[in-house]
């Protein structure tokens, strides 16, 4: 079994900030991939954040030079610092990663619970 488990979110205002964390457990061998996905009221699901297990990262353009992604393998957790939040930064934010299991071939995706994010203005 895999759980990964979000926490951080929150109501902040215009301007402000907040930090999400992530923490997998369970028979993990190894992690690939880990991002951040959020979904709005009434839109699709969308990426914003990525980092590879060697820490290259990538944004999606409507968080560049406002949320940093980052990631600390020892303790198998995800990180979105997210700086100058917007109100349509609003939305429930997923972490997801690509997960190789003890004992399992192959690479597989796993997804948290979400937490939400308000951004009032």
């Known amino acids: 079994q895999v759980q990964l488990v979000e926490s951080g979110g929150g109501l902040v205002e215009a301007g402000g900030s907040l930090r999400l964390s992530c923490a997998a457990s369970g028979s993990l061998f190894s992690i690939n991939d880990m991002g951040w996905h959020r979904q709005a009221p009434g839109k699709q699901r969308e990426l914003v954040a990525v980092i590879s297990s060697r820490g290259s990262t990538h944004y999606a353009d409507s968080v560049k030079g406002r949320f940093t992604i980052s990631r600390d393998n020892a303790k198998n957790t995800v990180y979105l610092q997210m700086n100058s939040l917007k109100p349509e930064d609003t939305a429930v934010y997923y972490c997801?990663?690509?997960?190789?299991?003890?004992?399992?071939?192959?690479?597989?995706?796993?997804w948290g619970q979400g937490t939400q994010v308000t951004v009032s203005s």
């Open positions: 997801n990663a690509d997960i190789v299991r003890v004992g399992v071939p192959g690479a597989h995706n796993y």
